[in-house]
């Protein structure tokens, strides 16, 4: 993944430092990358994730593969090219949101190891905490479960370069968090994700903001 940029375009630095923004706003800024499997439960796991978190005075919001492909990322395809970009586009999307002091949940295939490695960096390179959650589910699990019928046509060749079939999904290999969905419901992956937040000091062990 290759970072853009325009001609002539020069960065303005405001006033307000992160610093004293995230003070002031009583906020701690980061990206939460789940990354898995199509079925997997990411998304379900991210949009129970947000609830919680604003719930205890977190400013947070979520970032879905599918809702992002309405807006933002819809001109783009499934091609490797194409998937890139998308990657591309969401981790300098999502850093913009943690630097501004929300706590960024996003729920991406991300299938290409590469892909997720340089959307760290671009967050490591600009000081904004990025922690990669793996929903660790199984093909089978997540076949079985089908829950918009995309591993049944990619089955009968009615959608190709689909991840998981004839497509390859690159595991992570250091992770700062793994979720085992098979195992766990949602409630207690949202608490393993929480601790993990509280053990970093982004958040604090009682409502509020860290």
């Known amino acids: 993944m290759q970072s853009r940029q325009s001609d002539n375009v020069v960065w303005h630095q405001g006033d307000l430092t992160r610093e004293a923004r995230w003070s002031m706003l009583r906020a701690h800024g980061a990206t939460l990358w789940l990354t898995g499997l199509s079925g997997s439960g990411k998304s379900t796991i991210g949009a129970a994730l947000e ?3 604003v719930a205890r005075g977190v400013w947070s919001y979520r970032l879905d593969g599918d809702n992002i492909r309405h807006g933002l990322n819809g001109d783009l395809g499934f091609s ?3 998937r890139v970009e998308n990657i591309r586009r969401i981790a300098e999307v999502a ?3 943690a630097d501004a002091g929300v706590l960024a949940i996003t729920s991406f295939i991300s299938p290409y190891a590469a892909d997720r490695d340089a959307a760290r960096a671009l967050h490591d390179a600009s000081g904004v905490p990025f922690l990669e959650i793996f929903v660790d589910t199984p093909l089978a699990v997540c076949e079985a479960r089908d829950p918009k019928g995309l591993y049944r046509k990619a089955r ?3 959608i190709t370069g689909f991840t ?4 390859p999904y690159e595991a992570p290999a250091r992770p700062e968090l793994v979720l085992r969905t098979e195992r766990d419901d949602v409630a ?3 608490e393993g994700i929480v601790e993990l937040l509280v053990a970093r000091g982004i ?3 009682t409502p509020g903001p860290g």
């Open 203 to 205: 958040v604090g062990s």
């Open 95 to 97: 850093r913009l949101f």
């Open 80 to 82: 490797a090219e194409d």
């Open 51 to 53: 609830h919680t978190l």
């Open 188 to 190: 207690r992956c949202v």
């Open 164 to 167: 998981g079939i004839d497509d």
């Open 156 to 158: 009968a060749g009615e």
